[in-house]
């Protein structure tokens, strides 16, 4: 009996051990784990740092800028250079990184301009000289109202753009524009979803357009899904952008 009660004691305190020694790895694997994500953190925020040219100093009021006012109401890609900027506490600090995001965006004109340049090579020597939009394709109603342009393309931002609400308001009073199909584009809402269709239908609500256009579909609101860019051939164009439209061709309307 005793030999038993031996054996027993023995289970139990390997069974102890092993408990104990699984805890143990627990307890240790888990601070492991926290202090490579602070790790890969604060790389990922150094690198970020580096790429802007910004101190740690610099960083951190950006940081701190961010959690205030500036990051409530501004979209989430803002640069910490119009951040710093925008909040410079002196005539001098406000001129210093003015002069950095000029050079940033003069910069990064340049390259895409090289790039467009190159696309605009590529594109000649792969399809010659092959439209780059088919009109009569576009997704969109194409009335038939007789001879000369019967539609009006409408490019704009569906929040934060002034010249677009009046670009808009201009074009939707003009009595030579109230006849005509008016499709609009909004460039900043990128792929369809149910967040940027509520947002769409927000817009219209708040824009005052004709609920019996909207209905009949002499107004249709779009996303835009690079069509600016088929009708351009350029990465960048002004926004707002507004064109008319004939059986054959695309027009740029002076705005």
């Not at 940033?104 to 000649?124: E, K, P, S, T, V």
């Not at 092959?130 to 194409?142: G, H, R, Y």
């Not at 008016?182 to 708040?206: E, H, M």
Request: charged share 25%; glycine share 6%; net charge positive.
């Amino acid at each position: 009996m005793s030999k038993y009660r031996h054996l027993l004691l023995l289970l139990v305190l390997m069974l102890h051990g092993s408990a104990y020694a699984a805890r143990n790895q627990a307890v240790q694997i888990k601070p492991l784990n926290a202090e490579n994500s602070r790790k890969t953190q604060l790389e990922e925020e150094q690198s970020a740092r580096q790429q802007w040219g910004l101190s740690v100093t610099e960083w951190t009021r950006y940081k701190t800028l961010m959690k205030g006012i500036r990051g409530s109401i501004s979209p989430a890609n803002i640069s910490p250079i119009e951040v710093l900027g925008t909040h410079a506490r002196t005539d001098k600090e406000r001129q210093k990184y003015a002069e950095i995001w000029a050079q940033m965006r003069h910069d990064d004109a340049g390259r895409i301009l090289a790039f467009q340049r190159a696309y605009n090579q590529a594109f000649r020597k792969l399809y010659g000289h092959e439209k780059l939009i088919d009109v009569s394709k576009l997704d969109v109603p194409q009335p038939d109202t007789g001879a000369g342009y019967n539609r009006i393309l409408v490019f704009i931002k569906h929040k934060d753009c002034e010249a677009c609400e009046r670009v808009l308001n201009s074009l939707l009073l003009d009595p030579q524009y109230q006849q005509k199909q008016v499709d609009i584009y909004f460039t900043d809402l990128g792929k369809p979803s149910s967040v940027n269709d509520r947002k769409i239908r927000q817009w219209a609500q708040q824009s005052g357009i004709s609920k019996i256009r909207l209905q009949n579909r002499s107004i249709t609101l779009n996303y835009n899904q690079g069509n600016l860019y088929k009708i351009t051939g350029k990465l960048l164009s002004p926004i707002p952008s507004v064109f008319k439209v004939s059986k054959n061709s695309i027009l740029p309307v002076k705005l």
